[in-house]
């Protein structure tokens, strides 16, 4: 059975830090594309960022390049989200999701093969 398992969630001021984790369990990230989405209420869910482990390619959206990074270890089958310079506009649930054989350019643009269960962010003071 596939689990993707987020935490590192919560409250922070605008301008502050969180790092959230996704540790996956049932599948091997070495052939998948694995990120993050975001997903405000009334809004669609947005593809923020993933990372290909296997040869460290990143993609980031235009709405948190230069604030974000992602990185993964395929040892710890763990990929984490450090969010930097968070701003009220990064207020939303986020999802860890995990797509079969794609190059990180395109995530967004196929639906995941695999879900966490969420997590909320609010930057609030």
């Known amino acids: 059975q596939v689990q993707l398992v987020e935490s590192g969630g919560g409250l922070v001021q605008p301008g502050g830090s969180l790092r959230l984790s996704c540790e996956a369990s049932g599948i091997t990230l070495d052939y998948f594309a694995i990120g993050w989405f975001r997903q405000v209420p009334g809004k669609e869910r947005e593809g923020i960022s993933c990372?290909?482990?296997?040869?460290?390619?990143?993609y980031y959206a235009d709405s948190v390049k230069g604030r974000f990074t992602i990185s993964g270890d395929n040892a710890k089958n763990t990929v984490w989200l450090q969010m930097n310079s968070l701003e009220p506009e990064d207020t939303a649930v986020y999802y860890c999701a995990a797509v079969r054989f794609l190059i990180p350019r395109m995530w967004g643009r196929r639906p995941p093969d695999f879900w966490g269960q969420g997590i909320q962010v609010t930057v609030s003071s």
């Open positions: 990372i290909t482990i296997s040869d460290g390619v990143t």
